[in-house]
Each structure stands twice: as structure tokens, then as C-alpha cells.
């Protein structure tokens, strides 16, 4: 059995989002710079950063601890 809401498949949020947007943009709904529109496609960016930014402070200290725990 597979699972539909899976993260590799559907449309997210952002997606729905933009699209939104977009429509509304094409259609004179709103006057928003092409910034705004595509910035819910955007966001998975800096997410992706800060958890590799993560997980290497956490290699970062396993290393730093293991080199003190060899020095004692």
C-alpha cells in the first residue's frame, strides 16, 4: 500500500501558492513585483541551508569530542 501524502509525491503548499499567485498576477488581481509570486518557491532554499548548516555544527562537535576524549 502506498502512502499519497508522501513528500516525493503531490503538489505542496508553496506550489499551490505560487500558483495562486500567479493566476491572480496574470489576471490583473494583483499588481505584486514577480518577487512576491515566485518567493513560495523559494523557501525550500534557505530551509535546505540551515539543515546542512545543522548537521555539520553536529559533526563538527562529535569530532571536537572525540579528539578531547582521545587526549584523556
Avoid: C, H, Y
Avoid at 47 to 69: D, G, N, T, Y
Amino acid at each position: 500500500m502506498s502512502d499519497k501524502n508522501s513528500a516525493s509525491g503531490g503538489i505542496g503548499i508553496g506550489m499551490v501558492l505560487f500558483i495562486v499567485f500567479l493566476v491572480l498576477k496574470l489576471t490583473g488581481n494583483i499588481d505584486w513585483s514577480w518577487w512576491w509570486i515566485t518567493l513560495p518557491l523559494w523557501w525550500m532554499i534557505p530551509m535546505v541551508l540551515l539543515i546542512l548548516i545543522f548537521a555539520l555544527i553536529v559533526v563538527l562537535f562529535e569530532e571536537l569530542s572525540k579528539k578531547i576524549r582521545e587526549q584523556d
